[in-house]
């Protein structure tokens, strides 16, 4: 199984809303990766986990949780959000935390939309 | 930080070589470079990744000059399919902290007509 699964597809939230995103992955990786990416933009980093340990966390605003409960699952979990968090949210993993030197397999994304 | 640029977008048509180029002046020397495909609405795909020369795989070919400042991704025979944007990235995949090695540069959009 080389497949990167994420919840949901696309979620729509108001600014007071609490919503989490999942992402599984069951390739044996022990490294997991939230990025954000802005329509006709590349993808940013915003957290990366090593062996379930947050390893980076790009400034991203605490609005933003990340929690990794295990090596197969990642959550990025939600809260007081602004419109300009709507963006395509994209799950990764690798074999292990040497990002660029390991292939990166990535989720579909999901399409948040923040009202 | 090695900073990539890429040309912004390419035309070609089904059947062409398609070449793209990523320039790294300031690449380091344990920096790998590899390049990621991504579709709409998509995650990034691994394509193929290189340290020097050439690399080849079953889609794709890195040739990688000597003084490693550039790199040009090479697809054989393009088809409509491949319509998409070309990221490349540079880095040596050990964090220490650095963001460097997870940035993706602005890409290039490769547009294939029939």
């Known amino acids: 199984d080389t497949e990167v699964t994420q ?5 729509v939230m108001g600014m007071t809303n609490k919503k989490s995103l999942k992402c599984e992955q069951h390739m044996g990786h022990r490294a997991m990766y ?33 929690e990794c409960p295990n090596s197969s699952l990642l ?15 994209l799950c990764a993993s690798s074999q292990d935390g040497r990002g660029s030197y390991n292939e990166q397999f990535f989720g579909p994304g999901t399409r948040l939309t923040v009202l | 930080l090695a900073k990539t640029t ?39 795909r691994f394509i193929i990744q290189g340290y020097k020369t050439k690399v080849t ?21 393009v088809s409509l399919s491949d319509t998409a944007v070309y ?21 290039t959009k490769l547009s294939v007509k029939p």
């Open chain 2, 57 to 77: 795989n079953e889609v794709a070919s890195l040739f990688i000059p000597a003084d490693r400042k550039s790199s040009t991704l090479s697809l054989p025979r």
């Open chain 1, 34 to 66: 939230w990025y954000k990416q802005k329509a006709k933009k590349p993808p940013e980093l915003m957290f990366v986990y090593s062996y379930e340990k947050l390893s980076i966390n790009e400034s991203v605003p605490s609005r933003f949780s990340p």
């Open chain 1, 7 to 11: 919840t949901p597809k696309h979620l």
């Open chain 2, 6 to 44: 890429q040309p912004i977008s390419m035309d070609s048509y089904e059947g062409q070589e398609v070449n793209i180029t990523c320039s790294h002046n300031n690449i380091a020397t344990n920096d790998y470079i590899t390049w990621y495909q991504q579709f709409p609405s998509q995650g990034p």
């Open chain 2, 87 to 107: 990221y490349c990235l540079v880095g040596d995949g050990n964090y220490g902290g650095s963001q460097g090695n997870l940035i993706f540069g602005k890409g």
């Open chain 1, 75 to 89: 959550n990025l979990h939600l809260h007081a959000l602004q419109p300009e968090d709507s963006a395509l949210y």
